[in-house]
């Protein structure tokens, strides 16, 4: 007897439908499982969802980056599974979209503002290092 160790892939699922199913879907079809607000958007502007998802598949074939400024992008299931650069006002960040991330925007995975760090205060910034001494 051997010790095999078989491993099924995991399906991923988004509200009750398989993923694979929800990226054969038409995008109007498929907003129907998005939350209201998210569904709103898209089904506004699907056309911008198609156009963008379509170059971002010619751009992945040529084997390049894609890279893009549309924070405001909500992701719908045909995106699952890209690499995509979204731009945070400095840099583009690399984000790996998965079926958790159905019905967010690009931009909550690219943060804009960086965490802060304080060093030691300078000279003056209390009364006791004012630097005057008499």
Same mark, same amino acid.
């Given at each position: 007897m051997s010790n095999e160790v078989i491993i099924k892939s !995991?399906?991923?699922f988004y509200r009750g439908k398989n993923v694979e199913e929800l990226k054969a879907m038409d995008t109007r079809e498929c907003a129907k499982f998005l939350p209201s607000r998210s569904r709103r958007s898209v089904l506004?502007?699907?056309?911008?969802?198609?156009?963008?998802? !379509?170059?971002?598949?010619?751009?992945?074939?040529?084997?390049k980056k894609v890279r893009t400024h549309l924070r405001d992008l909500v992701i719908i299931p045909k995106m699952v599974g890209m690499a995509i650069g979204v731009?945070?006002? !400095?840099?583009?960040?690399?984000?790996?979209?998965?079926?958790?991330m159905i019905g967010h925007r690009l931009g909550e995975f690219s943060l804009s503002r960086g965490k802060v760090t304080h060093g030691k205060p300078g000279l003056g910034s209390t009364k006791s290092s004012s630097g005057d001494k008499k």
């Open positions: !995991k399906e991923l506004r502007n699907f056309q911008a969802h198609e156009n963008f998802v !379509k170059r971002a598949e010619t751009i992945l074939k040529s084997g731009y945070n006002g !400095k840099t583009f960040n690399d984000v790996h979209i998965n079926n958790k």
